[in-house]
């Protein structure tokens, strides 16, 4: 898009997309880049199917429980934030009011779930979709919960179906989830993903199939669009109630 089709584009429209995910580990048989690949993967595909504007993803999210595996980047809660939020703010001086953000990576929700509350408070309707809870409800038998975990048979799926020469499925695990020595129910310990697993894989993998990563994508993307276009067709006054007596 040049600036001039950017004019047209938000002279019409007051809604975008916005993918975000993270580089951190997935195990050894899935790349550093599965999050953001992934939220870009579907994001894009939804914003042809509704004809809205998708930003460039945001490859770097809040990973630092990953950081004893090589080559995953950390970014700290409040800096993933105010990034995100500068990139909204410059969506919304052309006149956008709407943003969904496709998230890629669990441990972004926290900051993203604040950043969209602060957001409503200057006229910004931010909301933020997750693929895999979708998942579970749209499809809740084709993975066990232990594949539907970091790393598992149905992110790897989903990576074989979308970009197949990225995975090695020779180096598949199954992994025992180790419980820590001081683990109990009430104790909160700073634990990170490799206290609990050396591999860095949670659950099962080795049951992933490209055919079963198909039928999540077109499962999410379909939920997806029907977001954005509810979301398009809504008026602000709808989406955030003022108390009335
Ligand atoms: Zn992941």
């Not at 900051?111 to 931010?126: H, K, S, V, Y």
């Not at 006054?237 to 108390?243: F, I, R, S």
């Amino acid at each position: 898009m040049s600036w001039y089709e950017a004019k047209e584009y938000f002279t019409k429209n007051d809604i975008a997309i916005v993918p975000a995910g993270s580089n951190e580990q997935h195990g050894l048989a899935n790349p550093l880049g599965t999050d953001h690949l992934i939220a870009k993967s579907i994001a894009e595909e939804a914003a042809k199917r509704t004809r809205v504007l998708c930003l460039q993803v945001i490859p770097f999210g809040v990973s630092p429980h990953h950081k004893q595996f090589w080559g995953t980047i950390f970014i700290s809660p409040k800096t993933f934030k105010q990034y995100v939020r500068e990139t909204c703010l410059s969506l919304s001086y052309y006149g956008v009011r709407k943003i969904v953000v496709v998230n890629g990576h669990g441990g972004n929700l926290a900051a993203l779930a604040d950043l969209a509350r602060e957001l409503r408070e200057e006229g910004i309707f931010m909301s933020v979709f997750q693929w895999w809870p979708a998942a579970v409800n749209l499809l809740p038998d084709l993975f066990t919960a232990e594949e539907r975990r970091h790393a598992g048979a149905e992110e790897t799926s989903v990576n074989l179906a979308l970009h197949p020469n990225l995975v090695n499925l020779s180096k598949t695990r199954n992994a025992h989830i180790r419980k820590h020595r001081l683990q109990q129910e009430g104790i909160t310990l700073p634990l990170c993903t490799v206290d609990e697993t050396i591999s860095g894989v949670f659950g099962k993998q080795s049951t992933a199939s490209a055919e079963k990563g198909k039928k999540v994508l077109e499962a999410v993307t379909n939920e997806l669009v029907r977001h954005v276009e509810l979301l398009k067709k809504a008026k602000m006054d709808d989406l955030v109630q003022k108390p009335k007596v």
